[in-house]
């Protein structure tokens, strides 16, 4: 799993037929303590979530898993939002 932040949104007029009423999000991971890392990513929003949310997104086969995913040509599904991340040391 994929702790990231939602930070856009993605249009696409023209998709595969299985994606049509999808919602398509732009996220950036991050770490535990909620600094940006590495690079962007689409996912395909599943438990709609919004700009500035804190997300879980699973990727490769496991995104075919979630709700409605079966067959679908996705990489990476948001699959939950955080409402908490907590570290203990």
């Not at 709609?48 to 997104?57: K, P």
């Given at each position: 799993m994929i702790l990231a932040k939602i930070v856009g949104t993605v249009v696409a007029t023209r998709k595969d037929e299985r994606l049509v009423s999808s919602k398509l999000l732009l996220a950036r991971p991050i770490d535990p303590s909620g600094k940006l890392q590495?690079?962007?990513?689409?996912?395909?929003?599943?438990?709609?979530?919004?700009?500035?949310?804190?997300?879980?997104?699973?990727?490769?086969?496991?995104?075919?898993?979630?709700?409605g995913l079966k067959d679908a040509p996705v990489d990476a599904a948001i699959v939950g939002i955080v409402d908490v991340v907590e570290v203990k040391t």
């Open positions: 590495g690079g962007y990513l689409v996912a395909i929003d599943t438990v709609d979530a919004g700009e500035g949310e804190t997300v879980l997104i699973v990727s490769g086969s496991s995104a075919r898993m979630a709700e």
